[in-house]
């Protein structure tokens, strides 16, 4: 039976380091550098699970229990900028919607816009419906979602040049749906 302080062995190689150990013994210096990469006080705990888990999780396995503080320095400095930078992309996000839902012709400003464009949502919404629905995912996936073209080609496996032809055509029939839907209101 092994114990913490004894080598064991993952895949046939030797691994002295016991991280429980290594990962309460610096945890306090490395905590302090995660609270100045990300500037953060709340953000300290979060990425500290991080770092731990990849301690635990580690895909290549250190050898040398001497190399372990700087190999968890790294692993702290880089999970405080992925963190850094998950945060900055939710503050763009949520800046974002709030343009968008404070902006010009939101209902604050305009009762009559505010009408009208709930009008043209209501179109686009019946028009996307009549479209095959390989054509209202490939707009959905465009539009709704702000998916670039590289991202769509990944997840439908075809080439860039494929989903803008793609994305072109379902445009093309959603203009011609919605201009007979206004034909038939005109009709009306």
Do not use: C
């Not at 012709?105 to 479209?131: C, H, M, N, Q, Y």
């Amino acid at each position: 039976m092994t114990t913490l302080h004894e080598p064991t062995t993952r895949d046939g190689l030797t691994e002295a380091i016991d991280w429980p150990r290594q990962l309460a013994e610096h945890e306090g210096w490395l905590r302090g550098v995660i609270l100045a990469r990300t500037g953060e006080a709340q953000a300290v705990d979060e990425v500290w699970q991080e770092v731990a888990l990849a301690a635990v999780e580690q895909r290549a396995p250190l050898a040398d229990p001497a190399k372990a503080p700087h190999w968890l320095y790294r692993v702290a400095v880089v999970q405080s900028i992925r963190h850094r930078r998950r945060r900055a992309r939710e503050r763009k996000r949520l800046t974002r919607l709030a343009a968008e839902s404070n902006g010009p012709g939101s209902p604050t400003d305009d009762p009559a816009e505010w009408l009208l464009r709930e009008e043209r949502r209501r179109l686009v919404r019946g028009a996307l419906a009549l479209l095959p629905g390989r054509d209202a995912e490939i707009l959905l996936l465009k539009y709704h979602e702000r998916w670039t073209y590289r991202q769509i080609a990944a997840v439908l496996a075809i080439s860039e040049s494929a989903v803008d032809a793609r994305v072109f055509r379902a445009r093309e029939r959603l203009r011609r749906g919605l201009a007979h839907y206004f034909a038939d209101e005109d009709s009306r």
